[in-house]
DNA sequence: AATCGTTTCTCCATCTATCC
DNA sequence: GGATAGATGGAGAAACGATT
């Protein structure tokens, strides 16, 4: 039992106001919850949690008694976290003069990206970095093209295969296997995963467009992003994590001060329905 | 002065995103 | 599908102001 938990039960079973410091007692006394270490509670934390919860209590000067309605707890820490990391960083990108390594410029360089279809019998089956822009950004929806003017570039996504280009592209533009990149994109374009596909599977994220989807999916790659690859033995999660936060690439979350809160939104509804 | 209430910080378990 | 690193949110504690 959570101690918010404990204390709705106190004011149900008193059925009267109490104060902070009467329900500390009833608890204490009754131990229908024990702190971690064992010490009692005070009631400085339970008027922290009646606070926290104004959805489960109302507070009557120093008195509180039950709202009678169970929502969620407004909190402090959840307001917009994506949206605050992306206005600070852009702040911090755009003052600072950054640092142009050679990979930097051998890989991000756009006249060395060659179209997607051309690609897939040329990619190397070594580890490295890769880089997706968008060759046509009309074809985006009104929203992502517009992000994509205020970043002002084309770049969709930087990551990196640590084994194998060939298979991990494989997996990103064609859809063999879990696909991060696969999956945000169609997500973003509109696509949604069978109803309830995820139930019983051990890994509720890595939910899966249908067969018919997927193959629209790749076409779309096929006609509109661009690509260019590096091969690389070494450093190449600190090149990753240096490029990413120099381009705000639109499509990467994990390490990117720019996340797309549309992106985290898209793929949470497809989680949901694939959940069931 | 003692008690009560609020704000803010840190710790840590759980969840999520990503990679292979 | 499993492993793992990073992100998130719940919980507790400390500091400090307000009230009695």
């Not at 997500?187 to 994220?205: D, E, F, I, M, W």
């Not at 999916?217 to 600190?238: A, G, H, Q």
Request: glycine share 6%.
């Amino acid at each position: 039992m959570t101690l918010h938990e404990a204390i709705q039960r106190v004011l149900e079973q008193e059925k009267r106001l109490l104060t902070a410091s009467e329900i500390a007692e009833i608890l204490n006394a009754r131990k229908w919850y024990s702190k971690k270490d064992g010490s009692i509670i005070k009631s400085s934390q339970i008027s922290v949690r009646v606070s926290n919860y104004p959805n489960l209590f109302i507070k009557s000067g120093s008195h509180i008694h039950l709202n009678g309605r169970e929502l969620k707890p407004i909190l402090k820490k959840s307001v917009a976290p994506v949206k605050q990391k992306v206005a600070k960083a852009k702040s911090i990108a755009t003052a600072s003069t950054l640092e142009v390594t050679e990979i930097d410029k051998k890989l991000m360089l756009e006249k060395w990206f060659i179209p997607v279809s051309q690609a897939s019998h040329q990619l190397p089956d070594s580890p490295g970095l890769y880089a997706i822009r968008i060759a046509k950004p009309g074809n985006l929806k009104a929203s992502l093209r517009k992000e994509l003017g205020n970043r002002g570039h084309n770049i969709m996504y930087i990551g990196i295969a640590s084994q194998s280009l060939k298979k991990r592209l494989g997996q990103e533009l064609w859809a063999k296997g879990h696909g991060t990149f696969f999956r945000s994109l169609g997500a973003v374009l509109g696509y949604l995963p069978p109803k309830s596909s995820l139930v019983g599977k051990g890994n509720q994220n890595n939910y899966k467009f249908s067969p018919k989807d997927e193959g629209k999916i790749i076409k779309w790659i096929e006609e509109n992003l661009t690509i260019n690859w590096l091969t690389l033995s070494d450093n190449w999660n600190i090149e990753e994590d240096k490029l990413i936060k120099k381009y705000f690439p639109m499509l990467n979350i994990q390490g990117n001060p720019g996340a797309l809160r549309e992106v985290v939104d898209a793929r949470n509804k497809c989680k949901v329905i694939a959940r069931g």
